[in-house]
């Protein structure tokens, strides 16, 4: 028998974004280390800390989406 996902965890696609509990948990975590910083009150920017820990995990953040 297969677990259920807690509605915590739960997450959905967004206009191709992570969206969902997880996809706000998972920013909020971002900012606390350091790898977004809020610019203006819905504007968030990716810090050097971010650009870095995102290239170490493999994510081209220099791909344009088509």
Do not use: N
């Not at 297969?2 to 959905?12: C, E, H, V, Y």
């Not at 909020?28 to 810090?47: A, D, H, M, N, P």
Request: proline share 2%.
């Amino acid at each position: 028998m297969m677990a259920k996902t807690p509605q915590a965890l739960k997450g959905r696609s967004c206009y191709g974004h992570l969206g969902g509990t997880l996809g706000g948990r998972l920013f909020e975590r971002l900012v606390e280390l350091g790898w977004f910083e809020q610019e203006k009150s819905t504007v968030y920017l990716l810090t050097e800390r971010g650009k870095q820990g995102l290239l170490e995990l493999g994510v081209d953040i220099y791909e344009r989406r088509r």
